[in-house]
């Protein structure tokens, strides 16, 4: 494939921030914008190359190889819905796949519309998929890679603090190492904690996973923002790791060798400095698959499988029950 013709549909901070230098700067990438804010497709256009269009319909008859759906999540099902009926090749989602009210409030029609959507693009043959940039983050990668040149074996248990803002993620790291979900029993506080405008009370949740590992997962919005947003660790069968937000330091506990190593960032580099390269990194590998024909890193269903566990938390929370996911609010 020769010059990508790529469509971006939201052309706020997000986009601007951390989508639009980097595809700017790739001289095989041609950009078309689409705002419900004429003015700012026009200023995109002007500020990194391309042209903007007056209509998604436009955008679409221009012939995009594939579409960037960088809109905020509350107006994220209406554009998806809208490039459907002009059946597009392939949409790239920012997370959450849908939330109408937020994505610190997701909710269980969120689901029910995220799976509406990935329906609609299987039965025309658009390929989706989902950022999901902490994925890239350099400690993530480098667990994937130890992990499985030192033979962990299966993860046997989880455990995590994150922060609201991080929440999405840390779901989706959790499939990312440890795999789906499978069931899940959720207790909700009755105090409601605030900070950097959300309104929410705190979770913890109990899982299992389809492959019979174990896990804990609180959620909160009390945690300050100049420490660490999220902990995670993660226990193997042959070793251990955990890290603590984009900027911590990662532990890597090898019971084979009997070691336990720490790697950490420069000192210079800081939170934001992670955050800005994981997208970079996350688009890199998005444009590579396309160009090699070969499937997204992050198919759009694992954006599906975060809404089912968002939903089968409020169903726990409201129900007093486990919910197995898989019965409660099947996939297909």
């Known amino acids: 494939m020769s010059t990508l013709k790529i469509g971006v549909v ?7 921030k951390n989508y639009l230098p980097f595809l700017a ?8 914008y689409y705002s419900r804010t004429a003015d700012k497709a026009q200023a995109c256009a002007t500020q990194f190359g391309g042209r903007a269009f007056g209509s998604v319909g436009e955008l679409m008859a221009w012939e995009p190889d594939m579409v960037l759906v960088l809109t ?4 994220r099902l209406e554009a998806a819905l809208a490039l459907l009926e002009h ?6 989602f920012e997370k959450p796949l849908t939330a109408r009210l937020g994505q610190e409030k997701v909710e269980e029609q969120d689901f029910i519309d995220g799976r509406e959507v990935l329906r609609r693009a299987a039965a025309i043959g658009c390929e989706t998929a989902m950022v999901f940039n902490y994925r890239f983050f350099d400690h993530a990668q480098l667990v994937r890679r130890l992990a499985a040149e030192r033979d962990f074996g299966q993860v046997l248990e989880v455990a995590g603090l994150v922060h609201y803002a991080c929440w999405s993620h840390a779901i989706d790291l959790i499939h990312f190492f440890a795999g789906p979900l499978a069931q899940i029993t959720a207790l909700q506080s009755s105090a409601v904690r605030s900070g950097k405008g959300m309104q929410v009370e705190d979770v913890t949740a109990a899982f299992r996973t389809e492959g019979d590992a174990v896990g804990t997962l609180i959620g909160t919005s009390a945690l300050p923002w100049e420490f660490a947003l999220f902990e995670l660790s993660f ?7 955990r890290w603590q937000d984009l900027d911590g330091d990662l532990e890597v506990m090898d019971a084979r060798r009997g070691t336990c190593e720490r790697y950490a960032i420069p000192r210079h580099r ?6 800005n390269k994981s997208f970079e990194q996350s688009l890199a590998a998005y444009l590579a698959s396309i160009r090699n024909n070969q499937p997204p890193p992050v198919p759009g269903r694992f954006g599906l499988l975060e809404l089912q566990v968002e939903a089968g938390l409020k169903r726990s929370i409201a129900q007093g029950r486990p919910v197995v996911l898989g019965d409660d609010f099947p996939l297909n």
């Open 10 to 16: 939201g052309t706020g901070n997000v986009a601007q």
């Open 235 to 241: 226990n193997c069968e042959r070793g251990r790791f």
């Open 87 to 92: 059946a597009p090749r392939r949409l790239f």
């Open 25 to 32: 700067r790739d001289a095989e990438v041609s950009l078309g």
């Open 270 to 275: 800081s939170r934001w400095d992670q955050y």
């Open 72 to 75: 905020r999540e509350t107006q």
